[in-house]
Every structure is written in C-alpha cells, then in structure tokens.
C-alpha cells in the first residue's frame, strides 16, 4: 500500500491561503480514492474534501465548499487542498488519507493515514 507525507502547513492570517500537499509512495496511488481530514484537540477527526482517483469527482464538507479545492495528479502521485478565504476555525492538523472505498468521508472507511501537518490561522 501507499505511503502519504503531508506538506504545506503554516501559519497564515485569516483570509489568507495555503496550499498542501500529499505526497504518496508506491504504484498504486491512483487505485485510491483520496481525501483530507482535519482535527483539532477537542473535536474529532472530520472530513474535509475527497477526490476520485481520476480526478473527475470532488466532494466537500459544507464548512469549505466554495473555499477549499481539492486536486490530484497522478503522474507525480501528488494530491493537493488549496485553501482560500481562511478562517480561524480552520486551524487544526490536516490529514492526508487514502481509501479504496468510492466515495468515503469517514475516517473509518480510510486505509491509509499521513502523518499530518499543522495549519494555524489567526484572527
């Protein structure tokens, strides 16, 4: 299976952007579905977007939409979030995941986990 290595996270003023990455190991990253998850210390894991693995079909949670874009690339086993507009209540550690259900935005229906990265917006 897959290896995942997240990227990108920071501290950014609200309104600002940010842009992670997920970098996969392995020959089989575009079998999985892929997907980002966020947590903070008094809430539970939470999906945030996931994408098909071509790529053709995005979803999101309510809280992002319209803000936050999700996108592979498959060539480079990459997958990406841009995160426009952000909001201090989008501060949390953000995780890669990979699964090989289609569609899934529980963190129990995720094979694989990345390590995380820490995403820190101030008011």
């Known amino acids: 299976q897959v290896q995942l290595v997240e990227s990108g996270g920071g501290l950014v003023q609200a309104g600002g952007s940010l842009r992670l990455s997920c970098a996969a190991s392995?020959?089989?990253?575009?079998?999985?579905?892929m997907g980002w998850f966020r947590q903070t210390p008094r809430k539970e894991r939470e999906f945030v977007a996931g994408?098909?693995?071509?790529?053709?079909?995005?979803y999101y949670a309510d809280s992002v939409k319209g803000r936050f874009t999700i996108s592979r690339d498959n060539a480079k086993n990459t997958m990406y979030l841009q995160m426009n507009s952000l909001k201090p209540e989008d501060t949390a550690v953000y995780y890669c995941?990979?699964?090989?259900?289609?569609?899934?935005?529980?963190?129990?229906?995720?094979?694989?986990w990345g390590q995380g990265t820490q995403v820190t917006v101030s008011s």
């Open positions: 994408i098909s693995w071509s790529g053709a079909r995005t």
């Open positions: 392995g020959r089989t990253f575009s079998s999985y579905t």
């Open positions: 995941a990979a699964s090989h259900r289609a569609p899934f935005n529980r963190p129990e229906e995720t094979d694989v």
